[in-house]
């Protein structure tokens, strides 16, 4: 995992969550959240993460909830850049996945949210009901190589 082993270290005590942008060529895999009043960005599209259990680690957290959500069982070096991105909200972090060989057919959707679909980053950037935050940061990494700006 590319620049984050020492920050995972240094920043673990004070984080709140994880998400992580499995990229696969120009698609990235999105997750549309349920449509609940009582949660935030209800019926938007998101990408694999949350929040923090316990003690973990943001590589942890993330790797959790990416087991929880998409039954997708992924390694440490499965994560090819990490970023510690502050903000009002608090500490959070962004992980990107680079996975060429992406197969769909290994998803096992759990049962938080309504769906997931493989969906073209152009789309995500630019659909209304797509998380802001996320659209930020996936836009900053594509076009900065840094999500938190």
């Known amino acids: ?6 920050a995972c270290k240094e920043f673990r005590m004070t984080f709140h ?4 942008a499995i990229l696969v060529g120009d698609h990235v895999v999105t997750l549309l959240r349920d449509d609940l009043s009582e949660i935030d ?5 998101d990408l694999p993460g949350g929040g923090r259990e316990g003690n973990e680690s943001p590589a942890d957290c993330v790797l959790r909830e990416l087991k ?5 069982v992924y390694q440490k070096t499965d994560l090819h850049n990490g970023f510690e991105c502050r903000s009002d909200g608090g ?3 962004f992980f990107v ?3 060429s060989g992406f197969d769909h057919t290994s998803v096992g959707f759990g049962s938080e949210g309504q769906g997931w679909k493989l969906a073209n980053i152009d789309w995500f950037l630019n659909e ?5 935050i996320l659209v930020s940061r996936l836009r900053g990494y594509l076009e900065k190589g ?3 700006g």
Request: glycine fraction near 6%; aromatic fraction near 8%; charge should be positive.
């Open 41 to 45: 960005y209800a019926n938007h599209w």
């Open 128 to 132: 209304a009901r797509a998380v802001p």
């Open 68 to 72: 929880e959500e998409l039954g997708l």
């Open 97 to 99: 996945s680079n996975q």
């Open 91 to 93: 500490t959070s972090w």
């Open 17 to 20: 969550g994880a998400k992580l």
């Open 146 to 148: 840094h999500p938190c």
């Open 1 to 6: 995992m590319a620049n984050t082993k020492a």
